[in-house]
T-cell receptor
Framework: GAGVSQTPSNKVTEKGKYVELRCDPI?????LYWYRQSLGQGPEFLIY????????DSGLPNDRFFAVRPEGSVSTLKIQRTERGDSAVYLC?????????????FGPGTRLTVT | KNEVEQSPQNLTAQEGEFITINCSYS?????LHWLQQHPGGGIVSLFM???GKKKHGRLIATINIQEKHSSLHITASHPRDSAVYIC???????????FGTGTLLAVQP
């Protein structure tokens, strides 16, 4: 079946602009995670959804970052007033649920470049 | 100090060599993952383990919960094994992953 998909695969934007990154999880997966990976680093946790609600947003770096998952499937990560430091690969992962030990399946990522 | 430390950061091996990548962590966990990431590619899960040892093909992963340490071994390495190998631990109520910085492996023919 289809895996986790993310769009766009690449996004170049100017400093100060607003961007939206989309994640389509595996069908039936209720848990959805956003991570950010800077060049040469391991991914860092941003936010986690169980169903429609953000159960843990402790990794969001500041209030310019926001994410939604209104119907419990597709999620959108929104970044306002982008800064050059936001340039990174944004990864999405989904799992069957957060309870218990379930595998997380990763999307291919969106490479964001802020110029 | 990072909660998840990997060593080495970079590793170059000759084809056929036995490879070991180490991971140490300082937090309580419910599971540990070994992941593979090719340049420009997505992340693929190799193993998820909470105790003991798992084997898949030429790959072996072990974990020692008491010592908070895990190793990933690759037997009979091949150039196609060249990638970044990332250790990640899962903990807390949300099961979010905490990642190491990765080990860049290059296997030369």
């Amino acid at each position: 079946g289809a895996g986790v998909s993310q769009t766009p695969s690449n996004k170049v934007t100017e400093k100060g602009k607003y961007v939206e990154l989309r994640c389509d999880p595996i069908s039936g997966h209720t848990a959805l995670y956003w991570y950010r990976q800077s060049l040469g680093q391991g991914p860092e946790f941003l936010i986690y959804f169980q169903g429609t609600g953000a159960a843990d947003d402790s990794g969001l770096p500041n209030d310019r970052f926001f994410a939604v998952r209104p119907e419990g499937s597709v999620s959108t990560l929104k970044i306002q007033r982008t800064e050059r430091g936001d340039s990174a690969v944004y990864l999405c992962a989904s799992s069957l649920t957060s309870g218990g030990i379930y595998e997380q399946y990763f999307g291919p990522g969106t490479r964001l470049t802020v110029t | 100090k990072n909660e998840v430390e990997q060593s080495p950061q970079n590793l170059t091996a000759q084809e056929g060599e036995f490879i070991t990548i180490n991971c140490s962590y300082s937090v309580g966990i419910s599971a540990l993952h070994w992941l593979q990431q090719h340049p420009g590619g997505g992340i693929v899960s190799l193993f998820m383990l909470s105790s003991g040892k798992k084997k898949h093909g030429r790959l072996i992963a072990t974990i020692n919960i008491q010592e908070k340490h895990s190793s990933l071994h690759i037997t009979a390495s091949h150039p196609r094994d060249s990638a970044v190998y990332i250790c990640a631990v899962r903990g807390g109520a949300t099961n979010k992953l905490i990642f190491g910085t990765g080990t860049l492996l290059a296997v030369q023919p």
